[in-house]
């Protein structure tokens, strides 16, 4: 059974730095049979597509140049490093897997999410 | 602002259908798979659509996805209060190499 487990949420400052995990089970990161992605929704609002990771890297235009996403195969962990915070980054940060390699769009397993508060 | 197009809010009764739209252009939806996602209240996100028309296993035949040109549909047939929920459509943009959501349609059950 895939499972996906975020950590590393909490409440920064704006212009502060935070680094999201996501321990991954059931399957194997480092195959790169699948892509995956980061996926967060602010307080109240929609989803908002953030990164992805499979060959290669993308993201979001609104992160693009603050965030990293990276992953370690020998922990079979996902993760984003956060820097440059803006009070608008504030939401909840899902980890999710995609059905294969390349695919940031058909996303089939999802974690429960980890929250990112950026207030002074 | 969201790049791809949703109905903010849809109802219907118990046993009822209903359709979701979600519409783009040429450069998402136009020349991309779409999926949809489910979002119960309090949970994360589930696959309820991809390859625009095609079912994970365990969805329920009453869940159905089409495509025409830049718009996709959901649909959803034999209503349930159980399927009260934000809907959620998603492509891959080519001219911005990023996925898009659509902002999401509050499907409530009458």
């Known amino acids: 059974e895939v499972q996906l487990l975020e950590s590393g949420g909490g409440l920064v400052q704006p212009g502060g730095s935070l680094r999201l995990s996501c321990a991954a089970s059931?399957?194997?990161?480092?195959?790169?049979?699948?892509?995956m992605s980061w996926v967060r929704q602010a307080p109240g609002k929609g989803l908002q597509w953030v990164s992805g990771?499979?060959?290669?890297?993308y993201y979001a235009d609104s992160v693009k140049g603050r965030f990293t996403i990276s992953r370690d195969n020998s922990k079979n962990t996902l993760y984003l490093q956060m820097n440059s915070l803006r009070v608008e980054d504030t939401a909840v940060y899902y980890c999710?897997?995609?059905?294969?390699?390349?695919?940031?769009?058909?996303?089939?397993?999802w974690g429960q999410g980890t929250l990112v508060t950026v207030s002074s | 602002q969201s790049v791809l197009t949703q109905p903010p809010s849809v109802s219907a009764a118990p046993g009822q259908r209903v359709t979701i739209s979600c519409s783009g252009s040429?450069?998402?939806?136009?020349?991309?798979?779409v999926s949809w996602y489910q979002q119960l209240p309090g949970t994360a996100p589930k696959l309820l659509i991809y390859?625009?028309?095609k079912r994970p296993s365990g969805i329920p035949g009453r869940f159905s996805g089409s495509k025409s040109g830049t718009s996709a549909t959901l649909g959803i047939t034999g209503l349930q209060t159980g399927d009260e929920a934000d809907y959620y459509c998603?492509?891959?943009?080519?001219?911005?190499?990023?996925?898009?959501f659509g902002g999401g349609t509050k499907l409530t059950v009458l």
């Open positions: 999710a897997k995609g059905a294969h390699a390349g695919s940031y769009v058909e996303l089939d397993n």
């Open positions: 990771i499979s060959g290669g890297t």
């Open positions: 390859d625009n028309n």
């Open positions: 998603e492509t891959w943009d080519s001219s911005l190499s990023e996925a898009v």
């Open positions: 040429s450069s998402d939806i136009g020349n991309n798979y």
């Open positions: 059931g399957f194997t990161l480092s195959s790169f049979a699948y892509a």
